[in-house]
């Protein structure tokens, strides 16, 4: 994804603690998200692959630098031009758009959008749902309301991605993970979570942030931050979306299948929600819960 030049950022949706958080909670609990198992096994999964694993700026990733300056902060963000630069404001505008998309959004539906920050740090720091990290990957805490997210966990996705992803599938974990909390807003983000399987409460969890995803994808020009993705961008984000379905995770790992503990969906129905939510561009018709999925 693009931004315009002259967008303004407000990097304040951002807390940057980089440098100086740590963590002693113990393991992660309550949090929902693309991060905390699917994106890790998709790092695992490029890895197994032999995919390419080309320098920051590889050649066609269209990404930002990964960080900034030495010493800078998420503060110094504030155009659109430093997020084509600057993976960490990159971050801050992709929070920016989505944030400003549910604000408008639900105040058309008559409803009211609470800002949320993202924490963003290094190592790892403590969250109300456990020690958040970089083996944890990006997730949303519903007890505190926060996104946490390591930028070095960003900067090996990146790594993996360079050749063939782009900064769109970065885009896209970070959207799925507002998609919670807009879940958790509206209520639904506890709806039979615990629920494995291919038609469980889980997979219908995940697949509903997804096709949340999507819909941002589709009105993200609308917010004044960023240019309309391309075709190829949009190739890129089905393709992130596809590499963390549960049946492929799964026969990598372990060279079989098994659907019955599925909790995120498979390729086809994450790639299927996505394209639910872009296609559409309306939240309304990413009701995961009603039928068959």
């Given at each position: 994804m693009t931004f315009r030049r002259g967008a303004r950022l407000?990097?304040?949706?951002?807390q940057d603690a980089r440098g100086r958080t740590g963590g002693t909670r113990g393991l992660l609990v309550g949090g929902g998200g693309i991060g905390a198992v699917v994106v890790a096994l998709l790092i695992y999964f490029l890895q197994s692959q032999g995919a390419p694993i080309p320098g920051p700026g590889g050649a066609g990733s269209g990404a930002p630098a990964v960080g900034g300056p030495e010493g800078s902060n998420t503060a110094d963000c504030h155009t659109g031009a430093q997020a084509n630069e600057r993976l960490d404001c990159f971050i801050v505008g992709v929070v920016d758009s989505v944030q400003a998309?549910?604000?408008t959004e639900l105040k058309r539906e008559g409803r009211s959008y609470q800002l949320t920050d993202t924490q963003l740090f290094s190592g790892q720091m403590d969250s109300a749902c456990g020690v958040a990290s970089s083996g944890t990957g990006p997730?949303?805490?519903?007890t505190d309301r926060y996104v946490y997210l390591d930028i070095g966990f960003f900067n090996q996705l990146r790594g993996q991605f360079g050749a063939t992803g782009g900064p769109l599938a970065q885009a896209y974990v970070i959207a799925h993970e507002y998609g919670h909390h807009v879940q958790d807003l509206l209520g639904t983000l506890g709806r039979?979570?615990?629920q494995e399987g291919p038609q469980g409460g889980s997979v219908r969890t995940e697949l509903q942030a997804d096709c949340y995803a999507g819909v941002w994808v589709k009105?993200?020009?609308?917010?004044?931050?960023?240019?309309?993705?391309t075709e190829q961008q949009i190739a890129d984000a089905l393709n992130a979306a596809a590499a963390v379905g549960d049946d492929r995770i799964q026969q990598e790992v372990q060279g079989s299948v098994n659907p019955?503990?599925?909790?995120?969906?498979?390729s086809t129905q994450r790639d299927h929600w996505f394209m639910v939510g872009f296609q559409g561009g309306d939240p309304g018709a990413c009701d995961t819960f009603s039928g068959p999925i």
């Open positions: 407000d990097p304040s949706q951002v998309y549910w604000t997730f949303y805490c519903p039979k979570s615990s009105n993200a020009a609308s917010t004044g931050y960023l240019v309309p993705p019955e503990s599925w909790r995120h969906g498979s």
